[in-house]
């Protein structure tokens, strides 16, 4: 059985970076995206990013500026990276797989709440 | 981006009823269409995708269907554990966006 692990700290002071991970564990990483999605509390789902195992990257243009996606395959794992985060940054970060064919995030992390405060 | 509305942003039923969700986009999507299932607390879960296949588990009383730039997702009979809110995603090209949500409630 799939399974995602985000993991990263919880929380934050404005202007700091985010570095979050996502541990696959019980198949391979070939051949899927890695979606990143978060949500404020209370409020709907955002598509931050993907990365695929090539490495190459898509960004919500929102973000991009802030934002770098990467993988290591050799450890069957993801990151992101958010730099300058601000109280807006705070929500649940999950991470998603997507099959490169069907599209769909068949497979979530648990996810993470990151907080943003002084 | 493409814009993706979904209707209506909350509703109330009863177990047992039908209930249907509307998700309308922007611009054609095909039929890269998804649903997603969230319980308060916990991640969401992967219902339809391609407008219409069921995930893998996910009981038969679940449905999609698509009409041009027009996505339904249908439960045939509610059940206690059907409450939660549900969201369509469309993954035809990126950004990928996702509908503001349903909150479906006891009735």
Avoid: H
């Avoid at chain 1, 090539?54 to 992101?80: E, I, P």
């Avoid at chain 1, 705070?90 to 648990?110: F, I, K």
């Avoid at chain 2, 009823?17 to 054609?28: K, P």
Wanted: glycine letters at 8%; one cysteine or more.
């Amino acid at each position: 059985q799939v399974q995602l692990q985000e993991s990263g700290p919880g929380l934050l002071k404005p202007s700091e970076t985010l570095s979050l991970t996502c541990t696959v564990s019980g198949g391979s990483i070939s051949s899927y995206y890695c979606s990143w999605i978060r949500q404020p509390a209370g409020k709907g789902l955002e598509w931050i990013g993907r990365v695929y195992t090539s490495g190459s990257t898509n960004y919500n243009s929102s973000l991009k500026s802030r934002l770098t996606m990467s993988v290591d395959t050799s450890k069957n794992l993801f990151s992101l990276k958010l730099i300058s985060v601000t109280a807006a940054d705070t929500a649940v970060y999950y991470c998603a797989r997507e099959p490169t064919v069907s599209r769909q995030l068949d497979y979530w992390g648990q996810g993470i709440l990151v907080t943003v405060s002084s | 981006d493409i814009q993706m509305t979904q209707s209506p942003s909350s509703l109330s039923a009863s177990v047992g009823d039908r209930v249907t969700i509307s998700c309308r986009a922007s611009q054609s999507i095909s039929i890269f269409l998804n649903w997603y299932q969230q319980r308060p607390g916990s991640a969401p879960k992967l219902l339809i995708y391609g407008a219409s296949t069921l995930q893998s588990g996910v009981p038969s009383r679940f449905s999609g269907s698509a009409s041009g730039t027009d996505f339904t997702l249908t439960i045939s009979s509610l059940q206690p554990e059907d409450f939660a809110t549900y969201y369509c995603q469309q993954s035809y090209t990126t950004p990928r966006t996702f509908g503001q949500g349903t909150r479906v409630e006891i009735k």
